[in-house]
């Protein structure tokens, strides 16, 4: 039995290679949703640091490497993961629903593969999904 780093599940059997890093191994599962993610992705634009503009970015938007190490260079990140990284200084504060507590949000990127990055807005540490209201 194995857990994948990608969903915390556990598995059995063959595990993917996920293409964020080309080396984690991941459960079947998650394997396929990448690719499938990485399909869909092969039609989108994805900006460059000449072209991604932090202040019209939309959730979803697709960046390259260069921009995450960009940001990242500017100050130490918040998180930084295989798959996921969050500039250091927080953005904002907002109420968390299941806590009903105020916690910062850290500008968000995901990796989604072949050294390409997805956008993810202004998100709770270690998360990447929008939480500015
Ligand atoms: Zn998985």
New binding site residues.
Partial sequence: MKI?P??N?P?DGHPAISRKDDRTR??P??GLREALEAYANVFKVVYTENTFDVENAKIGDLVTQGVVENFMNCMPPASMRYDCAQLGEPYSHERDPETKKYRATFLTFKCVGNKTWEYCGHCFRGENKERRS
């Fill in positions: 994948c990608s969903c599940k598995y991941i459960c599962d998650c």
